[in-house]
């Protein structure tokens, strides 16, 4: 049979990388290979929002085919109000707009709309309405696959 693997290191050196590599390939370690499927929890101040939208901006950076879908409910909603600001006085709706138009999808629970007397015209046009933010997120989860992330 002649010599064994360990006698050669080098080639079990370069086996080792090979196995990686070809890891990274299939695991997503590309990010134009895999499209990263990913919903955003935002349930509270407006503070939360800042970060969900720079997170985003950040994810969608590294990987622009990302699936990301964000579902807002309880006080998470307000950020895509009509008119609503930040703390220093920038409206959302420019960074929601420019999410959008990347493929971003945001949902508003309608549940909270009832509880909190609002209506679907106090929100901006990229906002769209699920019966359920709650419901929402775990449908997102168990049967499309979606990772869960809450800023």
């Not at 955003?40 to 990302?66: C, F, S, W």
């Not at 600001?85 to 508003?108: C, H, R, S």
């Not at 509880?115 to 997102?140: M, Y």
């Amino acid at each position: 049979m002649g010599k064994s693997i360990m006698a050669k290191p080098g080639l079990l050196l370069l086996c080792a990388m090979a196995v990686l590599a070809s890891g990274c390939a299939t695991t997503g370690g590309d990010p134009n290979v895999a499209q990263d499927k990913v919903v955003y929890h935002v349930n509270d101040t407006r503070a939360q929002a800042v970060n969900a939208l720079r997170n985003i901006g950040n994810h969608l950076e590294v990987n622009p085919k990302a699936k990301i879908v964000v579902v807002t409910h309880a006080q998470g909603v307000d950020f895509l109000m009509d008119g609503s600001k930040d703390a220093n006085g920038n409206p959302y709706n420019i960074a929601v707009e420019q999410l959008k138009g990347q493929g971003v999808q945001f949902d508003v629970c309608q549940i909270t709309l009832r509880n909190r007397k609002l209506d679907r015209s106090q929100f901006i046009p990229e906002a769209s309405f699920v019966p359920s933010g709650v419901a929402e997120i775990t449908r997102l989860q168990q049967r499309e696959g979606y990772a869960y992330l809450r800023p």
